[in-house]
């Protein structure tokens, strides 16, 4: 008897205001909800990417698990989140107390308006490379067809 199927999903979490360790905590406990089987990566510390000069440092981290959602409602939910934690958005890149981005969703495509999955720069982020290869290394992008560890060991070391 046939059921409706979970898709894996990797999320990407970031910090930069704020107590940054409380607020991912907060948001895989509230991701735990949402996802079965939710695993976190270990947290890295790195530069703001886009932002301000003098923005603070992000924690970052991926949490990937599978949903029952489908990829619109599991955004609208991360949104959610973001604003329970007091997410603002005065200006692009601006510092944030959380920032969840839908990295991937299965192995789906997804190009519409207010949603690009796999997320459009994940590839080029160390800051998501990084932590999505300790938990998920050898998922396979569907845009460009190499695993998440392949595309870590092809960035430069200062991406």
Request: proline letters at 9%; aromatic letters at 6%.
């Given at each position: 008897m046939g059921g409706i199927a979970r898709v894996p999903v990797?999320?990407?979490?970031?910090?930069?205001?704020?107590?940054?360790?409380?607020?991912?905590?907060?948001?895989?406990?509230?991701?735990?909800?949402?996802?079965?089987?939710?695993?976190?990566?270990?947290?890295?510390?790195?530069?703001?990417?886009?932002?301000?000069?003098?923005?603070?440092?992000?924690?970052?981290?991926?949490?990937?698990?599978?949903?029952?959602?489908?990829?619109?409602?599991?955004?609208?939910?991360l949104q959610a989140i973001e604003i329970a934690a007091g997410?603002?958005?005065?200006?692009?890149?601006?510092?944030?107390?959380?920032?969840?981005?839908?990295?991937?969703?299965?192995?789906?495509?997804?190009?519409?308006?207010?949603?690009?999955?796999?997320?459009?720069?994940?590839?080029?982020?160390?800051?998501?490379?990084?932590?999505?290869?300790?938990?998920?290394?050898?998922?396979?992008?569907?845009?460009?067809?190499?695993?998440?560890?392949?595309?870590?060991?092809?960035?430069?070391?200062?991406?």
């Open positions: 990797a999320i990407a979490l970031g910090s930069n205001l704020g107590d940054r360790d409380a607020e991912l905590d907060e948001a895989e406990d509230r991701l735990a909800v949402l996802l079965s089987g939710a695993v976190a990566s270990a947290r890295y510390e790195t530069d703001s990417v886009g932002g301000p000069a003098d923005a603070p440092a992000y924690l970052n981290e991926v949490v990937v698990g599978s949903t029952l959602l489908a990829p619109r409602p599991l955004l609208e939910a997410r603002e958005r005065p200006f692009l890149n601006a510092p944030r107390t959380l920032d969840l981005d839908l990295i991937l969703y299965g192995d789906f495509v997804i190009d519409e308006p207010g949603l690009a999955v796999p997320h459009p720069r994940f590839r080029d982020r160390l800051f998501v490379l990084q932590p999505l290869a300790e938990v998920a290394g050898d998922w396979v992008d569907p845009v460009s067809g190499q695993s998440v560890q392949d595309l870590l060991d092809r960035l430069p070391p200062t991406a």
